[in-house]
T-cell receptor, first 110, second 114 residues
Framework: QKEVEQDPGPLSVPEGAIVSLNCTYS??????FMWYRQYSRKGPELLMY????GNKEDGRFTAQVDKSSKYISLFIRDSQPSDSATYLC??????????FGQGTRLTINP | GAVVSQHPSWVICKSGTSVKIECRSL??????MFWYRQFPKQSLMLMAT?????????EQGVEKDKFLINHASLTLSTLTVTSAHPEDSSFYIC??????????FGPGTRLTVL
């Protein structure tokens, strides 16, 4: 079993839809949770950064962390074609290295 | 967010030659930088952790004599692929960690070995 599980998709939704991306993990010591967006042939871009449990909102993006269930989510509201990318969840234990999910390929159709 | 640059963005070299890739944190100091490798449609694979002023820590299975890492300053880490072979062709990405434990990635370097 992988330490971090993420559905690789692909996921295809119409423009304007609400997108829900999820990851589960097995290591209860993870404290820092991140979501990255990666366009083809580019480096990952940090979208959301959360410490411990709770919600965080930034514009159209909302990140949720439920440590009791070992489950994190990223919601994208009013999705746009420019949101089409691969989304990677990542987490770490203190200052340790990041552990990544497999990435979910998302396509927003105009 | 913080900015990390990589140079070059794309390099083609002949088999047997060495290639150096630079990673710079432009607006913050990074005591720790990371080097990743990514194959098409796959997630990032951590190769090594680079700490300023000390030896890099390599992940299991990564040849430290082949992938030389130097972190000479708080804003610069370099990865040298020595005696490159076609199987080393890949997308190499660095990241730098801030004092708040956030990790920002560079744009990546595409290496093609002929």
């Amino acid at each position: 079993q992988k330490e971090v599980e993420q559905d690789p998709g692909p996921l295809s939704v119409p423009e304007g839809a609400i997108v829900s991306l999820n990851c589960t993990y097995s290591n209860s010591a993870f404290q820092y949770f991140m979501w990255y967006r990666q366009y083809s042939r580019k480096g990952p871009e940090l979208l959301m950064y959360t410490y411990s449990s709770g919600n965080k909102e930034d514009g159209r993006f909302t990140a949720q962390v439920d440590k009791s269930s070992k489950y994190i989510s990223l919601f994208i509201r009013d999705s746009q074609p420019s949101d089409s990318a691969t989304y990677l969840c990542a987490m770490s234990q203190g200052a340790q290295k990041l552990v990544f999910g497999q990435g979910t390929r998302l396509t927003i159709n105009p | 967010g913080a900015v990390v640059s990589q140079h070059p963005s794309w390099v083609i070299c002949k088999s047997g030659t060495s290639v150096k890739i630079e990673c710079r944190s432009l607006d913050f100091q990074a005591t720790t930088m990371f080097w990743y490798r990514q194959f098409p449609k796959q997630s990032l694979m951590l190769m090594a952790t680079s700490n300023e002023g000390s030896k890099a820590t390599y992940e299991q299975g990564v040849e430290k004599d082949k992938f030389l890492i130097n972190h000479a300053s708080l804003t610069l880490s370099t990865l040298t692929v020595t005696s490159a072979h076609p199987e080393d062709s890949s997308f190499y990405i660095c990241s730098a960690k801030t004092g708040y434990n956030e990790q920002f990635f560079g744009p990546g370097t595409r290496l093609t070995v002929l």
